[in-house]
């Protein structure tokens, strides 16, 4: 079934009671706890000489490794296009899944086991073909976005049949019908009585609404009667089917051969591929957009576990859950909660606690009331991080393999919770951890995402933030087109990638990457490429963003251990042509764009810091335009204040300096406007612009002699720009800044003070009181002892220690 006849409409089906003539229909709801126990009961009662289940023929291959012991779902059977691997589809079971159930007891009885549903080949192939519903059996999830109901026509009927009945049977919650019906039945009796009932149901809803606007049932029911006919030829009527309980009276009406074939006539076909890939509870959620999933796999998985007590053993586990998250929850609070939700049971008529009751009942003696515990609980426990395994005899492309290999090498096991992982690149089994998450990666396989470090923020420490999805699976088949191995994969993308590349950030982007994931076959080819890129792009806006990149990679490298050699040369050039491109390009802009390149020149400026000694000669060139911008009067106001602004914090201008030309800027002849965006040039942007006017009074006096004399009516024009300068300071120093200038410009500059000096501070240095830190200074910055030093020879040790910082 399709869309909501996914979701819902299979319900516990119809056989006949007393096993009259015929295969043995068992309707089932698909990941039904309920249904999963009946369909083991019937079968165990029928002992058929076959079992047929609703899924892909193309897995019949694959059904004994269902007993394999390194199975354990929740598992998925996997069909993708092999020439093109991205459209594929997936056919979920858990533990608790019916076609599991029947599946393992096939296995363990030496039973046949066969799929019956439409082969996949032709799934896949309606997808390719544009039609908005592949459909794959009612516990399908596709992977194509076009599996969404937006193409129906307007007038198609979308029935829910568990819906239909619940409101039937007066409730307005069809999960809540479902538990009390079904899940919560005990266990005795008629083997097959749980497959009566609902199959005249289902038989009664089909003759009002047909195939429920999903006509494409109409053609899978027809493949699964030829099947059924092929099977009662081989075995008789010893058969069994087990499928969504909507199939069962299609399966069991009289229909010709020669009909259910010119149904079946003409279908579109692709060659296709399928193998078994781990699952998680998280992705049969409904919540995740798939189409046949559960509200509360977790639960429904404790349901169909536990042995006895099921009340009593959730609520342990979710006390236990709450203590590892340093919650008070005792004992007494497990056995309160555990009355309270027989107790609701009973007020609100049900056989049994369900899910509703003991999450209430938690709520109110567990979380006291709270709804921000119940979310920890739902995510963990309701829903659950459940991920399966499947053997490695399952077939795989090689990419896969040679994924398997080295997770298992460098003990990285896919996990579906999300977990933080910390790595050493001074550590070779991390630095290797790291190259695999990079080059999966560069493949589109997105298992780990970088993180910012709350430790450390050297180039030797990474973050990932990793959590294992099921749909990788396909993405590394879509990456196995690239190479058998992820090294040879990622090489041969990489180089790809970079003929492809659009933008020169882009081909240096991509250098980063290959530095990152260590590729040294592909780094010639995209250096090449960078090379041809850098010599024909002329936007200075576009090499200014390409270089910050480039000096990250020579970083990388160093770290690394690789020859960089080539990545500096054309970082050296790229600079070259900056430098000179610069000045001009910053003339004539408007506000947005002075703001633009202003972030440029700092990336400028930052890359070149990190260069170092990398490339002599870049800083004094770099100084040399920046003097250029900082006098310039055609320059926008917010470029010639961060201009100045970096000379000063470089030593390359004396403040006196940097005081004259805030003067020149602040001057009455200049317009107001530039005038505010050369100080928000000058101390904004994060620059740490405002402890600067905080220890250079000098400074600040300007800033408030300029702003006290600005006129009225350009206060109002000014003033939007000198309030987002001044807002991104902290607190505290907005603060100090507004004591600063309510003492007045007399207090500020000494007046009334001994000495004239700053208020709080001495006349003069403190050599003794300075050297008194010295020692522990130099500890912190992994210098020698000072026994030898500057104290030795008759001068402040405050002498050696500067010389030695530079």
């Given at each position: 079934m399709t869309g909501v006849d996914e979701t819902a409409s299979d319900g516990v089906g119809a056989a006949s009671g007393a096993r009259s003539a015929g295969p043995l229909l068992l309707g089932v709801r698909h990941h039904g706890p309920g249904s999963a126990r009946a369909v083991r009961a019937a079968l165990d009662a029928a002992?058929?000489?076959?079992?047929?289940?609703?899924?892909?023929?193309?897995?019949?291959?694959?059904?004994?490794?269902?007993?394999?012991?390194?199975?354990?779902?929740?598992?998925?059977?996997?069909?993708?296009?092999?020439?093109?691997?991205?459209r594929s589809a997936f056919w979920p079971l858990a533990e608790f899944s019916p076609e599991w159930v029947a599946l393992r007891w096939a296995v363990e009885h030496q039973v046949p086991a066969r799929f019956i549903?439409?082969?996949?080949?032709?799934?896949?192939?309606?997808?390719?073909?544009?039609?908005?519903e592949p459909e794959a059996g009612a516990q399908q999830e596709d992977t194509e976005d076009s599996r969404e109901d937006a193409g129906d026509a307007p007038g198609d009927i979308r029935v829910d049949p568990l819906a239909v009945l619940a409101e039937t049977a007066g409730y307005d919650d069809p999960e809540r019908w479902w538990e009390d019906v079904v899940e919560h039945r005990t266990a005795g009796g008629d083997a097959f009585a749980p497959f009566q009932g609902l199959e005249e149901a289902m038989a009664a809803l089909r003759e009002v609404y047909g195939c429920g606007g999903h006509d494409r049932d109409l053609v899978r029911e027809a493949y699964m009667r030829l099947q059924v006919r092929a099977a009662q030829r081989e075995f008789g009527d010893d058969v069994a089917v087990v499928c969504g309980a909507w199939h069962v009276p299609a399966l069991r009406q009289k229909s010709t051969v020669t009909a259910d074939k010119a149904l079946l006539k003409g279908l579109p076909k692709v060659k296709a591929e399928m193998t078994w890939v781990p699952w998680t509870h998280r992705r049969l959620a409904r919540a995740s957009g798939y189409g046949a999933g559960i509200d509360s796999p977790g639960w429904y998985g404790h349901l169909?576990?536990?042995?006895?007590?099921?009340?009593?053993?959730?609520?342990?586990?979710?006390?236990?859950?709450?203590?590892?998250?340093?919650?008070?929850v005792s004992s007494a609070h497990v056995i309160e909660a555990v009355r309270l939700a027989e107790t609701l049971a009973a007020m609100r008529g049900r056989p049994l606690p369900g899910l509703s009751e003991t999450t209430d009942a938690i709520r109110a003696v567990m979380?006291?009331?709270?709804?921000?515990?119940?979310?920890?609980i739902r995510d963990r426990l309701v829903v659950g991080d459940v991920l399966g395994e499947v053997p490695e005899a399952a077939p795989a492309v090689p990419l896969q393999r040679d994924l398997d290999r080295i997770q298992r090498r460098l003990r990285l096991k896919p996990e579906a919770l999300e977990r933080e992982l910390e790595l050493d690149l001074r550590k070779e089994n991390d630095a290797e951890?790291?190259?695999?998450?990079?080059?999966?990666?560069?493949?589109?396989?997105?298992?780990?995402?970088?993180?910012?470090?709350?430790?450390?923020?050297?180039?030797?420490?990474?973050?990932?933030?990793l959590r294992w999805e099921p749909e990788l699976a396909v993405r590394v088949a879509e990456a196995g087109v690239w190479g058998t191995t992820v090294l040879a994969a990622a090489t041969a993308k990489a180089e790809a990638d970079a003929v492809a590349a659009q933008g020169l950030a882009d081909v240096t982007a991509l250098a980063e990457h290959c530095l990152l994931a260590e590729l040294p076959d592909a780094l010639p080819v995209v250096m090449g490429v960078l090379a041809d890129r850098a010599a024909l792009d002329a936007d200075v806006g576009h090499l200014a963003q390409a270089l910050p990149a480039l000096v990250r990679s020579l970083r990388y490298g160093d770290v690394r251990g690789t020859d960089t050699g080539a990545l500096a040369e054309v970082a050296a050039g790229l600079a070259e042509r900056v430098f000179v491109g610069l000045p001009p390009a910053c003339v004539g802009l408007d506000a947005d764009a002075a703001d633009e390149m202003r972030r440029h020149v700092d990336a400028v400026h930052g890359a070149l810091g990190l260069l170092g000694d990398a490339v002599t000669g870049m800083?004094?060139?770099?100084?040399?335009?920046?003097?250029?911008?900082?006098g310039r009067d055609t320059v926008p106001g917010v470029i010639r204040g961060r201009a100045v602004r970096l000379l000063l914090d470089d030593g390359e201008l004396r403040q006196e300096d940097a005081a004259r030309l805030?003067?020149?800027?602040?001057?009455?002849?200049?317009?107001?406007a530039d005038a505010a965006a050369w100080i928000e040039g000058f101390v904004g942007g994060g620059s740490g612009g405002g402890m600067l006017l905080v220890h250079d009074e000098r400074l600040l006096g300007l800033v408030d002699t300029w702003l006290t004399g600005v006129p009225a009516a350009a206060f109002t024009d000014v003033l939007p720009l000198l309030r987002r300068t001044f807002s991104a300071y902290e607190p505290g120093v907005r603060r100090t800044l507004g004591e600063l200038v309510r003492r007045g410009p007399g207090e500020r500059q000494g007046v009334g003070t001994p000495g004239g000096g700053i208020p709080g501070f001495g006349d003069e240095l403190?050599?003794?009181?300075?050297?008194?830190?010295?020692?522990?200074?130099?500890?912190?910055?992994?210098l020698d002892g000072t026994e030898d030093g500057a104290a030795g020879r008759g001068r402040p040790a405050t002498d050696d220690l500067v010389g030695a910082t530079g």
């Open positions: 002992r058929p000489r076959t079992v047929l289940i609703e899924g892909p023929p193309e897995a019949d291959a694959l059904v004994p490794l269902a007993g394999d012991e390194a199975m354990r779902p929740p598992v998925a059977l996997l069909a993708h296009a092999v020439d093109e691997p991205g549903d439409l082969p996949a080949t032709h799934t896949l192939a309606w997808s390719k073909d544009g039609d908005t169909f576990g536990a042995p006895d007590r099921p009340v009593e053993r959730w609520m342990t586990r979710v006390a236990g859950l709450l203590r590892d998250e340093d919650r008070i979380c006291e009331g709270s709804d921000v515990p119940l979310e920890l951890r790291s190259r695999l998450l990079h080059r999966l990666r560069l493949l589109g396989v997105a298992w780990g995402e970088p993180v910012a470090s709350r430790g450390s923020t050297g180039t030797f420490r990474e973050t990932w933030r800083r004094p060139r770099w100084h040399g335009v920046l003097r250029v911008l900082s805030m003067g020149l800027a602040l001057s009455p002849g200049t317009p107001p403190d050599i003794e009181r300075a050297d008194a830190v010295v020692p522990v200074v130099r500890l912190l910055l992994g």
